[in-house]
């Protein structure tokens, strides 16, 4: 029998994607999730499911000790760059502290393998596109920042306490499965926000710039799907070594562009409004996605546009209230 993971923010969109890949390749798997941000509903019924924060001590020494879990994938964070913005403290508070507390409980439990939930938003604005993993390091808000502490604290964890460590530079999640989808309040990310204006949920897509140094105006990012992503977790954690790798596809899409492929995608028309830039949105977001080729043997297979609007548009259309339903 495999060795229990550790899945923390396994309630939320990705989390939950992780945990049912980890489940279906015969790993048993333990959430920690305090559904500030997740739904109970996402965890798949086969994963031991503990309600609790990962800054608290006397849960995660109570779940390791019972659980006996050597392996840690570590999703939960508050990630809203608006609200980060905002609220700055709160983003270090549990991005960064409580998830010290909660490396320092798992080496002490034996935890020696860990996978991390990092992004592209540790590289800020890029100087150059595509954006490799050597690129400098230089966020341009508070939850990119926390997202670069947090590789630095693990970067001494796998030092300290000889832990392997995988730093995954997620960029734009999206798509679903049937069993899981994206299910934000606020929704900030595009996809969900370009399928609710075509169900008819909200009146028109707002485009958040329009003047922007790309070939249309809008911004342009590299969109991931959901399970690619997942199994890029599975393949981490199985690469018995310590690497920081991107997770993209290469290819940039801009907000028209998506919402035109939307269009065709569900047949429906996406009225669209142009509005002011949001502020420490960079213009493109594109990853070298060689290196976790390289590493991983990672390569996205579900990633076309096509197939990311698709699954997505079918899992809204199945849970028009999300989670809710
Ligand atoms: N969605 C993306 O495109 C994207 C891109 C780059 C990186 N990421 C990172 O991937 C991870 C997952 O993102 P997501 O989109 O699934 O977010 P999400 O909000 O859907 O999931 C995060 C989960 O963590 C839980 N959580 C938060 N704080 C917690 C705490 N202190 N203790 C226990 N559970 C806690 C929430 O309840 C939620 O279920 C995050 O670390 C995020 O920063 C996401």
Redesign the pocket.
């Known amino acids: 029998m495999k060795d229990s993971v550790l899945v923390?923010?396994g309630?939320?969109?990705?989390?939950s994607v992780v945990v049912a890949q980890l489940l279906t390749r015969g790993y048993p798997v333990v959430v920690?999730?305090?559904?500030?941000?997740?739904h109970r509903e996402a965890v798949a019924p086969d994963a031991t499911f503990v309600q609790?924060?990962?800054?608290d001590r006397t849960v995660l020494d109570a779940l390791l000790r019972r659980h006996r879990c050597k392996a840690l994938v570590h999703?939960?964070?508050?990630?809203l760059v608006g609200e980060s913005v905002a609220e700055p403290e709160k983003y270090r508070a549990?991005n960064v502290t409580?998830g010290r507390v909660l490396l320092e409980r798992a080496a002490a439990g034996g935890v020696r393998r860990v996978v991390f939930?990092?992004?592209?938003?540790v590289y800020g604005h890029p100087r150059a596109t595509p954006i490799s993993e050597d690129a400098p390091l230089a966020p341009i808000n508070p939850y990119g920042e926390t997202?670069r502490e947090f590789e630095r604290v693990l970067a001494d964890h796998a030092r300290v306490d000889g832990a392997t460590v995988v730093n995954l530079r997620?960029?734009?999640?999206a798509g679903a499965t049937a069993q899981h989808g994206e299910d934000?309040v606020p929704e900030t990310?595009l996809i969900p926000n370009v399928l609710r204006v075509a169900s008819g949920g909200h009146p028109a897509l707002e485009i958040q710039g329009t003047d922007y140094p790309t070939p249309d105006g809008t911004a342009v990012r590299d969109y991931v799907h959901v399970l690619d992503i997942a199994e890029a977790h599975v393949r981490a954690l199985e690469a018995e070594r310590t690497a920081t790798v991107n997770l993209g596809t290469g290819v940039g899409y801009s907000v028209l562009a998506v919402a035109e492929a939307a269009r065709r995608v569900t047949g429906r028309a996406i009225p669209a409004v142009a509005r002011p830039r949001r502020p420490g949105d960079p213009p493109e977001l594109v990853a070298a996605a060689g290196r976790a080729a390289t590493i991983l043997g990672w390569r996205p297979r579900h990633s076309s546009l096509e197939e990311i609007l698709a699954s997505a548009w079918a899992w809204h259309q199945a849970h028009p209230h999300g989670y809710g339903n």
């Open positions: 923390t923010g309630a939320g969109y990705i989390g920690l999730d305090d559904l500030s941000r997740g609790g924060s990962i800054g999703l939960a964070a508050f990630a549990n409580a939930s990092s992004s592209c938003a997202k997620y960029f734009n999640a934000h990310h």
